[in-house]
């Protein structure tokens, strides 16, 4: 079975500082990420995706991921906080292994990381 | 603009009452999705659909419903069985066609509480 954690619950960064929100995964063969951001009252937008290739993946907004294999990890970054940056993050994974099933394609997500960015 | 509509925005249910929450998308997109976010616990599973007059049960689908007659239409009923519906529902559709690889494109949600 497939699984996501999301190690903090809260970020909190200065406005101007870099920032990192952690996630690491749990798949039975390679996996598809994914880092999706809310905002209050609001659904899920898109921000990037890992498939394959290479480790680095740029995203929205100036966000970007860094994929590591070893330590199975999706962390997601930004060199420089906004404000605006502020919302609630959460990391998925798809493990294209199982599809052969049912053919489920829904997403397994991890429990949110809230960022605070203060001015 | 493309996108998924989910209504009402806010929903209140009696005791006893199945309320019917509703999620029309133009995306045509063949897959769509219903989760379940309660605060601190991510989003989870209540079904999903990859075609017309199919669907599939979810992590949690106790105590709902669904239909898809439609492509464009995926309405999840709360059903009296579900004692704690209060919580944040999300409807998401993603192309099939294109890879596995592609994106769930999120509604609003609605929010339900019990009266």
């Known amino acids: 079975a497939q699984s996501v954690a999301q190690p903090e619950d809260q970020v909190n960064v200065a406005e101007g500082n870099p920032l990192t929100v952690k996630c690491t995964y749990s798949?039975?063969?390679?996996?598809?990420l994914f880092w999706y951001v809310q905002y209050p009252n609001r659904g899920l937008q898109f921000l990037l995706k890992y498939i394959t290739g290479d480790n680095l993946v740029k995203g929205s907004y100036g966000f970007e991921a860094e994929f590591n294999k070893s330590q199975t990890s999706f962390h997601l970054k930004k060199p420089s906080a906004l404000v605006s940056d502020s919302a609630l993050y959460f990391c998925?994974?798809?493990?294209?292994?199982?599809?052969?099933?049912?053919?489920?394609?829904?997403?397994?997500f991890g429990s949110g990381t809230r960022l605070q960015v203060q001015p | 603009d493309g996108g998924i509509t989910q209504s009402p925005k806010y929903l209140f249910r009696k005791e006893g009452q199945n309320v019917t929450l509703s999620c029309e998308q133009n995306?045509?997109?063949?897959?769509m999705y219903w989760y379940r976010q309660d605060p601190g616990q991510g989003l989870r599973l209540i079904y999903y659909s990859q075609i017309v007059n199919d669907f599939q049960k979810g992590d949690i689908a106790e105590g709902y419903s669904v239909s898809r007659e439609k492509k464009e239409s995926f309405p999840l009923t709360v059903t009296s069985a579900q004692k704690n519906p209060t919580a944040f529902y999300l409807c998401?559709?993603?192309?099939?066609?294109?890879?596995?690889?592609?994106?769930?494109?999120f509604g609003d949600g609605t929010r339900l509480s019990i009266l």
């Open positions: 998925a994974v798809r493990d294209p292994g199982g599809m052969m099933d049912t053919g489920r394609r829904a997403l397994t």
């Open positions: 798949v039975s063969g390679n996996p598809y």
């Open positions: 995306l045509n997109h063949d897959a």
């Open positions: 998401a559709s993603s192309s099939i066609g294109e890879g596995p690889n592609q994106p769930q494109h």
